[in-house]
């Protein structure tokens, strides 16, 4: 197998690649040092051992020419097995070399991508900025404006706050890429945090759904405020984005080990459900990455970047986390977006 830049290489999978070639290099001389010995344990017994044994003088020469002959078999299978060893150890480098220039012109890649993105977005904050600042300004005299130059002017401030919202998801997605764990941690009632993101939305974003909370008002985690606030906006402005009107979303919680709510859970459990088109599973292992979309949705209305799933991901798993989706990808269905924090108790338990 061999890999290019369009194979996404992890750290982890190259120490993993490093380890099994290292492990391969080991293998490779045993045989040959146990054929060697073997050989020369067949030439001491046709020098030394046969004098020693009571047999006939024409046994012992038939017994010693034998072992010459077996040994003179294992020194040639020896030889021919170090040079397949040889032939198989070249093999291994040059696959190892292939696995690290690989994982190094993806590096290379990203880099240039990610300060391509950084300049590119940098330019558009401030043209974005000054015209979002005249709309702005020119909203507060549209009471002298006619009904369709109203029109015109509210869409116009809603499109340039789209794209102000564009330019910051990808100056985000680049900051949490070199992101290792996250900033001030607290513990944080998830039943308000919840509330909170719902409410922070618009009632033209949700009044099309049925939205349900099923958090015990006690159940904490041990999380960045920010980033858990962030990670629940983005997964329930997908469901309002992909889900047809009528839908049903539901937000639950739960400690992962099965513990009381008085005890300290290790883990817990939130998920973003809903019954919407579903994903289809061969596409589910690139949901996370950078830029991904489903093919249904490059055609389709829904805008967006493939960014959130990315940032949310990564997020959590810079709070001691991780993220998935849970989907069969049939109509209907819809999906379940969960993560895991580090979980603690919300009220000390009774004595």
């Not at 010459?68 to 093999?91: M, N």
């Not at 002298?144 to 997605?173: M, P, R």
């Not at 999380?223 to 402005?237: C, D, P, V, W």
């Amino acid at each position: 197998m061999q890999f290019s830049t369009d194979t996404p290489l992890t750290k982890e999978q190259l120490l993993y690649e490093r380890q099994q070639q290292r492990r391969a290099a080991q293998r490779l001389p045993y045989v040959s040092f146990l054929l060697i010995h073997l050989a020369l344990a067949f030439f001491l017994g046709a020098f030394f051992l046969v004098d020693h044994l009571s047999l006939a003088p024409s046994s012992k020469i038939l017994l010693r020419i034998g072992l010459i002959a077996g040994a003179t078999l294992l020194l040639s299978a020896a030889w021919a097995h170090a040079v397949l060893s040889s032939r198989r150890f070249k093999r291994a480098l040059v696959r190892w070399h292939q696995v690290e220039v690989a994982y190094e012109q993806q590096e290379r890649y990203n880099r240039l991508k990610d300060q391509f993105l950084i300049h590119v977005s940098h330019e558009l904050r401030t043209p974005l900025t000054e015209l979002s600042g005249f709309l702005e300004l020119l909203s507060m005299y549209k009471d002298g404006l006619d009904a369709t130059t109203q029109t015109f002017l509210h869409n116009a401030l809603e499109s340039c706050s789209e794209l102000v919202q564009l330019v910051n998801t990808i100056l985000d997605a680049i900051d949490v890429s070199s992101m290792s764990k996250a900033g001030q941690c607290d513990s944080l009632a998830l039943a308000q945090i919840a509330h909170n993101v719902l409410a922070s939305f618009s009632a033209r974003e949700t009044y099309a759904y049925t939205i349900t909370v099923d958090i015990p008002d006690n159940l904490c985690v041990w999380a960045n405020k920010q980033y858990l606030h962030q990670i629940l906006r983005n997964l329930l402005s997908n469901a309002f984005k992909y889900c047809p009107p009528g839908a049903v979303i539901g937000i639950t919680a739960a400690p992962a080990e099965g513990v009381s709510l008085q005890e300290t859970a290790r883990f817990v459990w939130i998920c973003v459900q809903d019954n919407g088109p579903g994903i289809p599973p061969a596409e589910q292992r690139l949901l996370f990455q950078r830029f991904v979309r489903l093919q249904r949705d490059m055609s389709g209305s829904v805008r967006g970047m493939g960014l959130g799933l990315y940032i949310s991901k990564q997020l959590a798993e810079a709070m001691g986390g991780r993220m998935w989706v849970e989907s069969a990808g049939n109509p209907g269905e819809g999906s379940r977006f969960c993560f895991i924090l580090p979980g603690v108790p919300r009220t000390p338990p009774v004595p």
